[in-house]
């Protein structure tokens, strides 16, 4: 058992560096007995914080012993690497001891003709199973659901359940709900092990169930599953087909996960990441992030193109060139501040039709004012460092133009996004830092063409 | 029961249309018909997407009625406004109907005088139990935790415990496991109800006690709490004193709960952001956002002291200030990748002291490369525009600088600040755009004075 948190801390760098320093030496035996002593968590941690050969090392060394929990737990990128040096026999023994749900999510990227095979080893209830997780869509409720569960005729008697329970041997060890169905399998309801534990044995089980659980279709999308868990506190969620017949079970286990990851996808697309590339090899990352480097090149070359229509002023007052960046970069910051916001909360269900007036004008109102704060600290600046007035009135005004307009981007563009179906979160950007490079050099030059040539 | 995932968009745009009219007209019956056929979750979301001045007619028409736990699903802000209006009667009362640790949470954010207030309000053994949920730190294990549980003595048999979950009375609803402990009221183990169910009554309870369960010190911060839950895929975990005596237990929908706050931190941090401000007022968020805005200005001015230094330069080859933005918003946009990926690295423990070097050499060789890729490009196109060979090769030259500069204040930024520890993610951006604005302009402006004047 723990004590005082060292759980926390299982694979220390320490660790990592002796499996290494093992590894290096051919120390096998040693290695072998590092990595047991893990959990599959942390074997998990450890093949990714190694590097790319030694991890190869690793897993030719364990190749029998791999405990199939840890392949769930790996990244993306590191799981390919590591399923690549498996054949299909190997596979095939790892998904038979998973849930289906974990099964499902080892093959569903192997390669068509792999996962064939790997399926091909597998017994036909399993693959049967397997198959219809993999049939449902991608990070659907279906691909989630695990099948395992206890489920019971509404006929039965409390005494009749707890009987089944003791009897039964291939019931999951982690049931917390007992789910009734009718003669047709449709659902009727779900009781709490706890409630039932402390019921007669004679009472019907339709006296204590719940009828008002909620349940999930098969091809509900799974962030939607995850505000569902979210806003009703589950632990557990039933997984229903059109016709409200019980298939399956998703656990929040499963739902902490999704979460993560939507969390990571949406802050990854705001830093112009297509994807977690931690533990992808150098090329894949290059490719991946040029394809972004290429959109946002597009973005800086409009902005220079309408510098460019002022070469002239610029010639004449060489200060509006050294100038020029502080607007566009605080219309950037600014407008930055507001998607974040606004992508957020549309991701949480918390800007919706209801409220998005009222959201603009406040963003508005909010660059409004902090246009005023910072046109009066940096007009005052320009003034002083210049000793030109008119060149201060222009700076501030121009800031004042660039972060209202900021305020304007930072909202419309995600909302208008959102509603013509393309994810806010990876494209507001750099549709905002146009806006505001453009609005931002075309202000504080135009503005000094018109009152200071 | 819901059909077809109509549970999953509870509150509609139209709803809280409906509900806006109906409080216009002075419909109050209908006003209160909408919000209480709502679950807890959706009569929050209702407050949280009217407007301020709805919002407290909403609360000033249900005051009494108000579901308690509705109030621990308010947005912070929206809650604190909620509850200027409640006096310390009703907020004592809402506190007696909750957990401990949703009561906790409740009052942990009033102020002094009002906090001592409600607790004055509540019974002796409530206002203990809140006590001492509000003497741990803030966002501890502690604080999370709630006190009902069910904790039997290790000598006992199943059936005894069987027995003693029948009669009592007070037992939460959702119990998963029986904890077990010693004489000394020190932690034994856990069993989960299932196993309990499946065992014959004179068995003793220790013989299927699971000793081997995580348990956090009530001390622990959340987030490392979370990453227990995650590592090891737990619905609940004890948390324990300093001499292993059970405390409490939490449960993961506040842990979800908790991924949710930190996950949200991390991308408003990113974004400039310091908190949640979609429902703060107008005048908060300004204030909020102006702090850093005026960070954000600062490093604007350092660049363009930088620009100023070559002013000569500009004024000859006017040419320089159309192109100069490009080089540093390259530089800018390649840098916030590296931030991105190495600021989720580090808060989910993915980037340790055992492969910091390698993830180091790996950004700065993507930097180098994407450096190369669009050195040409850029380097092609203002030979094109400007037919110039010199200057494209100077621009290119100075793209290569500025993504190997932003490469190395990508990664070393976050991992210097966590060292000394500070919070990578809410001033890493602005010290890489830093970087990288000033290597950007340095670099083209610099190369240029040698090569081209």
Chains 1, 2 share one sequence.
Not at 18 to 47: M, N, Y
Not at 157 to 173: F, K, M, N, Y
């Amino acid at each position: 058992m723990s004590a005082e948190g060292d759980l926390l801390d299982e694979v220390t760098p320490e660790l990592v560096r002796r499996i290494e320093a093992a590894l290096a030496d051919g120390k096998t035996e040693e290695v072998r007995d590092l990595l047991e002593g893990l959990s599959p968590t942390g074997q998990a941690a450890v093949l990714e914080q190694v590097s790319e050969h030694q991890r190869d090392a690793l897993v030719a060394l364990l190749k029998r012993d791999l405990d199939p929990e840890m392949l769930t737990e790996l990244d993306e990128d590191v799981r390919d690497d590591v399923l690549d040096q498996l054949d299909s026999k190997d596979i095939a023994a790892a998904a038979r001891e998973l849930e289906t749900d974990d099964a499902v999510n080892l093959l569903e990227d192997l390669p068509e003709d792999e996962r064939q095979e790997v399926l091909a080893e597998l017994p036909a209830a399993d693959r049967a199973e397997i198959e219809s997780g993999l049939a449902y869509p991608d990070d659907s409720a279906g691909r989630l659901m695990q099948r395992s569960l206890v489920k019971v005729p509404d006929s039965w008697s409390v005494g009749q359940v707890i009987d089944h329970c003791r009897e039964a041997t291939d019931l999951p060890e982690d049931v917390y709900d007992i789910f009734v169905v009718d003669q047709w399998g449709r659902l009727s309801g779900s009781v709490p092990l706890g409630r039932m534990l402390r019921t007669k044995r004679p009472v019907p089980i339709l006296d204590i169930v719940d009828p008002d659980i909620p349940s999930v279709p098969a091809t509900a999308d799974q962030a939607e599953v995850a505000h569902l868990f979210r806003d009703k506190n589950l632990v557990s969620c039933p997984v229903v087909d059109e016709d409200r017949r019980l298939l399956g079970v998703i656990m929040v286990d499963d739902i902490v996960d999704v979460i993560d990851e939507e969390a990571e996808e949406d802050l990854l697309k705001m830093g112009g990441v297509a994807s977690d590339d931690m533990h992808a090899s150098t090329v894949r990352t290059v490719r991946l992030r040029a394809i972004w480097l290429a959109v946002n090149l597009l973005t800086a070359v409009i902005a220079s193109l309408v510098i460019g229509q002022f070469e002239n002023a610029i010639e004449k007052i060489v200060a509006l060139a050294v100038l020029m960046p502080i607007v566009a970069s605080m219309g950037g910051n600014a407008g930055t501040q507001t998607v974040t916001v606004a992508v957020r909360a549309l991701a949480m269900g918390e800007l919706t039709g209801a409220n998005m007036l009222r959201f603009i004008a406040k963003e508005v109102a909010v660059g409004g004012l902090n246009g005023i704060i910072f046109a009066i600290c940096m007009g005052g600046a320009v003034v002083a460092w210049y000793h030109d007035w008119r060149l201060g009135a222009v700076i501030g005004a121009a800031m004042i133009c660039n972060l209202v307009a900021a305020a304007l981007g930072g909202t419309l563009i995600p909302l208008g996004l959102q509603k013509f179906g393309v994810d806010p979160a990876v494209s507001s950007t750099v549709f905002l830092t146009t806006v505001t490079d453009v609005i931002g050099f075309l202000a504080f030059l135009g503005l000094a063409t018109i009152f200071l040539l």
